[in-house]
């Protein structure tokens, strides 16, 4: 058994996980940044599904993927700043609101598709981004095929985890955006706008999401389907608690878990036991829910999340 | 200068309690419209026969009834679980629990045909209420948010039914992925017409009792405490976990009933396609009700209407069926931007500018 894992576990596989990875690492760092806010974005899933179907369309009409990018990152943002409207704005509860943004942006995302593509029996398909090996950096033995021969949008997915960390961590704006998702009242008397700041994380939040979504019909698979996303991005929020929200853990955790995922796709691969593989598929599921269980007691989300802010009520 | 501002009103007046989900359900129906011209059909022709063909013929009447049986069920294990602010958005994975557990029992042929249906019915409800078990136990156990783990459970569920349903329970007669057809003594009596079938007025009379438990009761009262407020329940000797863990069960097992309706009276057998949105329907149909049970009941008729109506609509006017789910989706979001109305007054205020 030991020897058919470590077997299973050669370049093309972490090479796959990281591909399994890039949509994952941008979402949950879009989720981490509104919940680093005060805010939870439940509208992932549907954000990521939308995100998915734009920029696939926009690639399918105009034949560039970069146009795709655009769609799907603009897709997002638009997203985000209704969920703005609803959460920060009106204040009202971010659970419904964001349960209400997905259902509204997955049925959207169904009714376009279906109104610009019909039925057809082969759905329609784009080329999808080629691998950009980076010179140099691609010839280092291992390390090269691995993550220096990936497509551009993972190349930005792992760009994202250090950018994020320094945005949240080092700059004066990322200060401000963690003091509003903790002590709201303190950052507005300091004449920080917690509306702004909080409206500016969601916006950004959503276009990460949307990015994420998008990757899976431009550049992992080239068409779009509607069981694209699956539950990745209820993962994602998983993921966010379990890295405690920070950026490096958070990470940490998104890539556990593609590896997990892309250790069930090699076991479905070599199936030798003929076990069904919803078995493997319901996996990653399981294990999220048991690092959740191990980590939960000590975690401490930002002490605002969930809280409206009104300036007038004290 | 002119200010806007909200107030908090002292008390919500009751036409306001009424008017808003069908205020909330107009602006959702006017803001979907764009998308209907957007598909290039006529607004009202589209619009009408989303609506009435779903009442035009008896048949029509029944299928409406027994699209809004499960919607019931739901809305009802949305709106218990809710007041208590356990966040259960599982009640899609509980569904299919119940739907496993009454597939199971139907088709056990050496239990006494007359018991089929009552132990589908308790069996289904004790399986929707441990799926739900087992995210209550783990939030107030080791404070596992509730959102996630119930959001994962519907996947590991839908997943696990699948894989059930290609491996060991699998068909045998057409080697279809469906479980084998239950029992004829455990299908659902048909109690009107060709599909009416016994779980619609259960469900009715669920409705009923679920608002004479919580409206009457103390464990109502209990749930409604712990959900306002949980420090003030628990000062107020109320077991703050205990609650929770029971409007979990009573949730869970509401929901696990949709799943018997759907295989002792609709299907017949359990199909990983059973479900359609069911689950996040209901969150959608009890927060129109303002998670009032008796509400979930017409508030349940009316996405019954939307859900059997839209596949009028599409037919004969080539609108995509998926518009129901926009129109959940935005009803949900118009109601809960509604609700503010109910608790805050906008007010208009003259300012003299100084200076």
């Known amino acids: 058994m030991a020897e058919t894992i470590f077997h299973l576990l050669d370049i093309g596989f972490f090479a796959a996980l990281l591909r399994i990875a890039t949509p994952l690492l941008l979402a949950t760092m879009g989720e981490l940044i509104a919940e680093r806010s005060g805010v939870l974005n439940l509208g992932i899933e549907g954000t990521m599904l939308l995100g998915a179907m734009t920029g696939f369309t926009a690639a399918y009409f105009t034949g560039n993927l970069w146009l795709g990018v655009v769609a799907a990152l603009a897709t997002g943002a638009l997203i985000g700043l209704l969920m703005a409207l609803l959460t920060v704005v009106l204040g009202v509860s971010q659970h419904v609101s964001g349960i209400g943004t997905t259902l509204l942006t997955t049925g959207l995302a169904f009714f376009l598709y279906r109104m610009i593509f019909g039925q057809p029996a082969v759905p329609p398909n784009v080329v999808a981004f080629a691998p950009l090996p980076l010179p140099v950096l691609s010839s280092i033995p291992i390390l090269g095929p691995i993550v220096f021969n990936q497509t551009a949008i993972t190349y930005l997915a792992l760009l994202s985890v250090p950018l994020t960390w320094f945005i949240l961590h080092r700059t004066r704006w990322g200060l401000n955006l963690r003091t509003v998702g903790e002590n709201p009242r303190a950052a507005d008397t300091a004449g920080v706008s917690v509306w702004s700041m909080r409206i500016q994380a969601l916006v950004i939040s959503g276009a990460l999401m949307g990015l994420g979504g998008s990757y899976l019909t431009i550049a992992q698979f080239n068409a779009f389907t509607f069981g694209v996303i699956s539950g990745r991005g209820w993962v994602c929020i998983a993921l966010v608690v379990f890295g405690q929200w920070l950026p490096w853990r958070c990470a940490g955790g998104v890539l556990l878990f593609a590896m997990i995922e892309a250790l069930q796709l090699r076991l479905q691969a070599n199936n030798t036991l003929n076990i069904p593989y919803e078995v493997f598929l319901m996996l990653p599921f399981v294990m999220t829910i048991l690092a959740m269980a191990l980590v939960s007691r000590n975690a401490h989300a930002p002490a605002s999340l969930l809280i409206p802010f009104r300036k007038e009520e004290r | 200068m002119i200010h806007l501002r909200l107030e908090r009103r002292e008390t919500t007046p009751a036409w306001l309690q009424i008017a808003l989900p069908i205020l909330a359900v107009l602006a959702a129906l006017i803001l979907c419209s764009f998308l209907v011209s957007l598909a ?39 709106a218990v679980a809710f007041r208590a602010k356990f966040w259960n958005i599982g009640a899609e994975g509980q569904l299919m629990a119940g739907a496993m557990a009454a597939g199971y029992i139907g088709e056990r042929t050496f239990l006494p045909g007359i018991t089929l249906v009552p132990l589908m019915i308790l069996g289904a409800a004790a399986a929707g209420a441990l799926w739900a078990l087992i995210p209550a136990l783990l939030k107030v156990k080791l404070k596992v948010d509730d959102v996630v783990t119930t959001l994962l459970f519907n996947s590991i569920m839908l997943y696990g039914v699948m894989a059930l349903l290609e491996g060991p329970w699998k068909d045998p007669k057409t080697g279809y992925p469906n479980s084998p057809v239950i029992e004829t003594a455990a299908q659902f009596p048909i109690l009107a017409g060709d599909t009416l079938h016994l779980g619609v007025p259960i469900s009715l009379i669920a409705a009923i009792f679920i608002w004479w438990l919580m409206d009457r009761t103390t464990t109502g009262f ?134």
């Open chain 2, 40 to 78: 290039g059909a006529p607004v009202l022709d589209a619009y009408s026969e989303l609506f009435l063909s779903t009442f035009q013929t008896p048949y029509d009447v029944q299928d409406t009834l027994v699209k809004a049986s499960p919607l019931l069920w739901t809305g009802l294990a949305v």
């Open chain 2, 222 to 355: 209990s749930i409604k405490a712990v959900g306002a407020n949980p420090r003030a329940a628990a000062y107020a000797g109320f077991s703050v976990n205990r609650v929770l863990v029971t409007a979990a069960l009573v949730s869970g097992a509401l929901a696990g009933l949709a799943g018997a309706g759907e295989v002792g009276g609709v299907r017949y057998q359990v199909t990983s396609d059973l479900s359609s949105g069911y689950g996040y329907a209901g969150i959608v149909i009890a927060t129109l009700a303002d998670l009032n049970p008796l509400g979930v009941i017409p508030a349940a008729l009316f996405f019954a209407m939307i859900m059997n109506g839209a596949d009028a609509m599409s037919r004969d006017t080539g609108v995509p069926v998926y518009l129901a789910n926009v129109i959940q989706g935005v009803a949900l979001l118009t109601m809960v931007a509604g609700r503010l109305f109910a608790v805050y007054r906008l007010r208009i205020t003259r300012q003299v500018s100084h200076g």
